[in-house]
Nanobody, 121 residues
Framework: QEQIVESGGGSVQPGGSLTLSCVVS???????????MYWYRQAPGKEREMVARIKSVGVGGTITYATAVTGRFIAVRDDDKRSVNLTMNNLKPEDTAVYYC?????????WGQGTQVTVTA
């Protein structure tokens, strides 16, 4: 069964850092390198928004960030480990949200359960 598991969330003070990890498993993810991977977040009362997109190497492997996190967040994928990490630096209270990992390839679309990030003094 396909599974996506995020970890690394927690509570941190403004200006701090956290690294989120997303690991995928399951037979279908034997083709993990073809998947484009995404990090999304959803704050209370707000819509889910994309934070970072990491395309598969086959289509260039480019990484795109939301404007709000550019220069502070770094996304890295490791196809051998079937994982993507999101290092978040200089965190701000407005970064507080549940962060989700998403894998897409064609019509296939898989989501993790999310991990909570709270930025508070």
């Amino acid at each position: 069964q396909e599974q996506i598991v995020e970890s690394g969330g927690g509570s941190v003070q403004p200006g701090g850092s956290l690294t989120l990890s997303c690991v995928v498993s399951g037979r279908i993810f034997e083709f993990f390198p073809v998947y484009s991977m995404y990090w999304y977040r959803q704050a209370p009362g707000k819509e889910r928004e994309m934070v970072a997109r990491i395309k598969s190497v086959g289509v260039g492997g480019t990484i795109t960030y939301a404007t709000a996190v550019t220069g502070r967040f770094i996304a890295v994928r490791d196809d051998d480990k079937r994982s993507v990490n999101l290092t978040m630096n200089n965190l701000k209270p407005e970064d507080t949200a549940v962060y989700y990992c998403n894998a897409r390839w064609g019509d296939e679309d898989y989501w993790g359960q999310g991990t909570q990030v709270t930025v508070t003094a």
